[in-house]
C-alpha cells in the first residue's frame, strides 16, 4: 500500500465533509488500490458510503460514529436502522457488501421495492420493512436461510413468491395490511413458523397446506374475503392444531364449523364483526379459551356448552340478537368479564348471579325492566 493511498483512507476516516469530498475528488487515481482494499470498485464505494452517510441522523454527520473509521473495512456493521424518513426512496445494489448484517429495518420510509442483492446479506436475521411501497418480494429472499423474521406489513404487495418456502427458519412473517389474493403451497414447507399475520388483504384462497404448519400458534385473517371459499377451504384452517390465538374478524363468515373443536389449545378467539347466526355445541372442546370475541355478530342464543370453557375469563357478545344466556353460564369458574351490550334483552339473564369471579358486568342498551336481589351474590 502506497504512502498516498493511506493518506486517502485517512480522510475517508476523518469524518470530517470536507476531507471525505477531497477524497472522493482524488480517488479515481487510485481504482485498483480501492479494489484490492475493499474488495469491491471505486463506485460501488462512493455509492454506499454516501447513501449510509445522507441518511444518518445529522448531529453525527462530524461525530466519530459507526459509518466513519474505514467502516467496510475496519467495522462491522450489523444493522441498519431507518424510521420516518420519506426520502428514503431505494435501497442500493451495493449493499450486497455489508456481509455481516443482521438486521435490516426500513419502516414508513418510501421504498418501491427490495433490490435482489438483498440475497447476499445471507446472515440477515430480521427484515423490517412495513409502512412503505413495496409491490413485490424479490425471489432471492429465499438465499436467507438464517431468516427468523419476515415483517412487510402496510404495503402493495400483490403477490408472494414461492421461494417463500425456502426460508425454512421463518418463525414470524407479517404481511398484512397489503393487497394479497391468494398465498402460495409452499408456505407449506416453513415447518418452523409460528407466527403468521396475513389480515386485511383480499384473500380469496386458502391452500390446503397451511395443515403442516404444525408449529403455527398465531394466525390472523382478519378484514379479508373469507365468506366466498367453500366451508371445506375454511376447514384448513381447524387443522393447525397447536394454534393458541386466531383471528378471523370482518370476513362476513356466517357458519362456524363444528370442527372447530379440533383447536382445543386456542387460548384466544376472534371472531367479531361476521354474520354468525350461530355457535356449535363443539366449542365446549375449547378448553383452554380465555378470551372469546363475538361481538357485531348475529347470535341469537349461546349454546349451553359455554358452561364447559372453565378457564375462559373474557367474553364479549355484545351487539348480537340475544335474547337470554343458558343458565350454564353460571358454571363458568374464571368468566370475569362480560360484554352483553346492544342486544335484546327483556330479563335479566339468571344464570350470570352463579358467575361468582365476575368483575365487569356490561348490559347497557338492553330492554330489562328489573334486576333482581341475587344479584347480590356477584361480591367481586
Known amino acids: ?53 445522507a441518511h444518518e441522523r445529522q448531529e453525527n454527520w462530524f461525530e466519530d460514529n459507526e459509518y466513519g473509521n474505514d467502516f467496510l473495512k ?17 435501497i442500493p445494489k451495493s449493499i450486497k457488501y455489508l456481509k455481516e448484517l443482521k438486521l435490516l429495518r426500513y419502516d414508513n420510509c418510501a421504498l418501491s421495492h427490495l433490490p435482489k442483492e438483498i440475497g447476499k446479506l445471507t446472515k440477515l436475521t430480521k427484515i423490517e420493512a412495513n409502512g ?48 394479497l389474493k391468494n398465498i402460495p403451497k409452499e408456505i407449506g414447507n416453513l415447518v418452523y413458523l409460528q407466527q403468521l399475520d396475513l389480515g386485511n388483504n383480499e384473500l380469496e384462497d386458502l391452500p390446503d397446506e397451511l395443515a403442516l404448519l404444525t408449529n403455527l400458534t ?7 374475503n373469507l365468506s366466498s371459499l367453500p366451508e371445506e377451504k375454511l376447514e384448513v384452517i381447524y387443522q393447525i392444531k397447536n ?67 372453565h378457564k375462559l375469563d373474557w367474553l364479549q357478545i355484545n351487539n348480537n340478537q340475544l ?10 369458574k374464571k368468566l370475569s368479564t362480560l360484554f352483553l351490550a346492544n342486544n335484546q334483552f327483556n330479563v ?11 368483575y365487569f358486568l356490561d348490559l347497557t342498551n338492553n330492554q330489562i325492566l328489573s334486576v333482581p336481589k341475587e344479584i347480590g351474590q356477584l361480591k367481586k
Open 1 to 53: 500500500m502506497t504512502k498516498e493511498f493511506e493518506n486517502l483512507l485517512d480522510l475517508l476516516k476523518s469524518n470530517v465533509l470536507e476531507n471525505i469530498t477531497l477524497a472522493f475528488n482524488i480517488a479515481p487515481n487510485y481504482k485498483t488500490e480501492f479494489e484490492a482494499h475493499f474488495g469491491m470498485s471505486l463506485k460501488e464505494y462512493q455509492e454506499l458510503y454516501l447513501y449510509l452517510k
Open 74 to 90: 475496519g467495522y462491522v456493521l450489523d444493522e441498519i436502522q431507518y424510521q420516518d424518513q420519506d426520502n428514503i426512496t431505494f
Open 132 to 179: 412503505n411501497a413495496l409491490q413485490e418480494i424479490p425471489k432471492e429472499i429465499a438465499l436467507l436461510q438464517e431468516l427468523w423474521e419476515l415483517d412487510l406489513h402496510n404495503n402493495q404487495l400483490a403477490n408472494i413468491p414461492k421461494e417463500i418456502g425456502q426460508v425454512e427458519n421463518l418463525t414470524i412473517l407479517n404481511l398484512c395490511w397489503n393487497k
Open 218 to 224: 398465531h394466525l390472523m385473517l382478519s378484514g379479508n
Open 243 to 309: 394454534l393458541a390465538f386466531l383471528s378471523l374478524p370482518n370476513n362476513n363468515l356466517k357458519n362456524i364449523s363444528s370442527k372447530i373443536g379440533n383447536l382445543s389449545n386456542l387460548t384466544h378467539l376472534n371472531l367479531q364483526k361476521n354474520a354468525v347466526e350461530f355457535l356449535p355445541k363443539e366449542i365446549s372442546e375449547l378448553k383452554n379459551v380465555s378470551h372469546f370475541y363475538l361481538q357485531e355478530n348475529k347470535l341469537k342464543e349461546i349454546p349451553k356448552e359455554i358452561g364447559n370453557l
Open 323 to 332: 335474547q337470554n344466556l343458558p343458565k350454564e353460564i353460571g358454571k363458568t
Open 348 to 358: 335479566f339473564p339468571c344464570g350470570l348471579v352463579d358467575v361468582k369471579k365476575l
